[in-house]
């Protein structure tokens, strides 16, 4: 069972910048789209990126401009650098792995709080 340790949560002042990173252990084997979706509270989780083991993004449209998505494949890990945070952008963070076999793991969320 792969397992997904995320970090790089806490809280910034709107304007402000954080990095999340998530790294995947436990027989990581072929994970091919790595990600990070996020929870507020009384709203559904939604994507904010993901990225596929060749390089190719999708951004939620609410990100666009202000967070980056990356991956380091050699060390089965993923980053979202959020630049320009707004309130809004307040919510629990989830990284997100999807291996070839279609089996999709979550890693237990960071927080992130952006105050006004």
Same mark, same amino acid.
């Given at each position: 069972?792969?397992?997904?340790?995320?970090?790089?949560?806490?809280?910034? #002042?709107?304007?402000?910048?954080?990095?999340?990173?998530?790294?995947?252990?436990?027989?990581?084997?072929?994970?091919?789209?790595?990600?990070?979706?996020? #929870?507020?509270?009384?709203?559904?989780?939604?994507?904010?990126?993901?990225?596929?083991?060749?390089?190719?993004?999708?951004?939620?449209?609410?990100?666009?401009?202000?967070?980056?998505?990356?991956?380091?494949?050699?060390?089965?890990?993923?980053?979202?650098?959020?630049?320009?945070?707004?309130?809004?952008?307040?919510?629990?963070?989830?990284?997100?792995?999807? #291996?070839?076999?279609?089996?999709?793991?979550?890693?237990?969320?960071? #927080?992130?709080?952006?105050?006004?």
């Amino acid at each position: 069972q792969v397992q997904l340790a995320e970090s790089g949560g806490g809280l910034v #002042q709107a304007g402000g910048s954080l990095r999340l990173s998530c790294t995947a252990s436990r027989n990581p084997f072929a994970i091919n789209v790595m990600g990070w979706y996020r #929870q507020a509270p009384g709203k559904q989780r939604e994507l904010v990126a993901f990225i596929t083991r060749g390089g190719s993004t999708n951004y939620g449209d609410s990100v666009k401009g202000r967070f980056t998505i990356s991956r380091d494949n050699a060390k089965d890990s993923v980053y979202l650098q959020m630049n320009s945070l707004k309130p809004e952008d307040t919510a629990v963070y989830y990284c997100n792995a999807n #291996q070839v076999t279609g089996t999709n793991h979550w890693g237990r969320g960071t #927080q992130v709080t952006v105050s006004s």
